[in-house]
Antibody
Framework: QVQLVQSGTEVKKPGASVKVSCKAS????????LHWVRQAPGQGLEWMAW????????NYAQKFQGRVTVTRDTSISTAYMDLSRLGSDDTAVYYC???????????????WGQGTMVTVFS | EIVLTQSPGTLSLSPGERATLSCRAS???????LAWYQQKPGQAPRLLIW???SRATGIPDRFSGSGSGTDFTLTISRLEPEDFAVYYC?????????FGQGTKLEIK
């Protein structure tokens, strides 16, 4: 079945970087956009970025420009979200989510990973 | 950036009752690129409705979406115990994609 499996919990110090992975299975990895969304404890959902795993194209929310980088390794159907210069307000659950096909119209987020908890504290 | 405002913030109802959740956009969402998600504690969000009114795979027909332009509604016709959760609307018409702040549906 179609699923996204993310890497495990991370604990980081302020100023460090974190890299979260998202492994896709059950579908053609390069055929669908992947998005990254985060959720701080007790808060709502915040969109961060989308990527086209086939071309490598990315689009980042302005809030994260310069701090976030999304990459992928198509040989293992895995996407990565790297967030640098972490602060305490980056403590959150980070989700990857699959949208529609790269050749199609904009689409909602149909499939979600289980989430990766990132805690930033000194 | 399209700002989505959901109301009410919290809705207290009993099983069997009808729930109506609202999502208002700061500007028109073209092509009805508006989705609704359900999230339970400790779980990832689950897509309920896409394209403002199309149910996602496996979603019961007691969930329905309506609206266009700037005003959208999620209706749950008869609440089941498992429906008590937080609901988010989401526009995917333009970047940055945005979410509403959520409506918590709680048992009365």
């Amino acid at each position: 079945q179609v699923q996204l499996v993310q890497s495990g919990t991370e604990v980081k110090k302020p100023g460090a970087s974190v890299k979260v992975s998202c492994k896709a299975s059950g579908y053609t990895f390069t055929g669908h956009y992947l998005h990254w969304v985060r959720q701080a404890p007790g808060q709502g959902l915040e969109w961060m970025a989308w990527s086209d795993p086939g071309s490598g194209d990315t689009n980042y929310a302005q809030k994260f420009q310069g701090r976030v980088t999304v990459t992928r390794d198509t040989s293992i159907s895995t996407a990565y979200m790297d967030l640098s210069r972490l602060g305490s307000d980056d403590t959150a659950v980070y989700y990857c989510a699959r949208a529609g096909t790269v050749s199609g119209v904009p689409d909602a987020l149909h499939i979600w990973g289980q989430g990766t908890m990132v805690t930033v504290f000194s | 950036e399209i700002v989505l405002t959901q109301s009410p913030g919290t809705l207290s109802l009993s099983p069997g009752e009808r729930a109506t959740l609202s999502c208002r956009a700061s500007q028109s969402v073209s092509n009805n690129y508006l989705a609704w998600y359900q999230q339970k504690p400790g779980q990832a969000p689950r897509l309920l409705i896409w394209g403002a009114s199309s149910r996602a795979t496996g979603i019961p027909d007691r969930f329905s979406g309506s609206g266009s332009g700037t005003d959208f509604t999620l209706t749950i016709s008869r609440l089941e115990p498992e429906d008590f959760a937080v609901y988010y609307c989401h526009q995917y018409e333009s970047s940055p994609r945005t979410f509403g702040q959520g409506t918590k549906l709680e048992i009365k």
